[in-house]
Nanobody, 114 residues
């Protein structure tokens, strides 16, 4: 089992940047994939990005070219760098792992003002 704690959210103007962090309670080396989801008010939770142990990354179309997911195994942390933020990026952002270490974090709020 692993616990995930997100941080780094906040209020930013459109066009600004934020970096979210997802800190795991144990080593993430053996966790095949770690990802980010988000849930906007009144909408379903949607997948945003995933990174594998090999460093392969995937993004939902709406964030390609603006968001970058990365992992630091030494710090047991996954990051989501978000640039050129838009009001439609406003949501609670959650970190997630799959498989035997499946878990969700508690989320961090990102608000982008126009």
């Amino acid at each position: 089992q692993v616990q995930l704690v997100e941080s780094g959210g906040g209020l930013v103007q459109a066009g600004g940047s934020l970096r979210l962090s997802c800190a795991a309670s144990r080593s993430i080396v053996s966790i095949n994939a770690i990802g980010w989801y988000r849930q906007a008010p009144g909408k379903q939770r949607e997948w945003v990005a995933t990174i594998t142990t090999g460093g392969n990354t995937n993004y939902t179309e709406s964030v390609k070219g603006r968001f970058t997911i990365s992992r630091d195994n030494a710090k047991n942390t996954v990051y989501l760098r978000m640039n050129s933020l838009k009001p439609e990026d406003t949501a609670i952002y959650y970190c997630k792992t799959w498989g035997a270490a499946a878990a969700w974090g508690q989320g961090t709020q990102v608000t982008v003002s126009s």
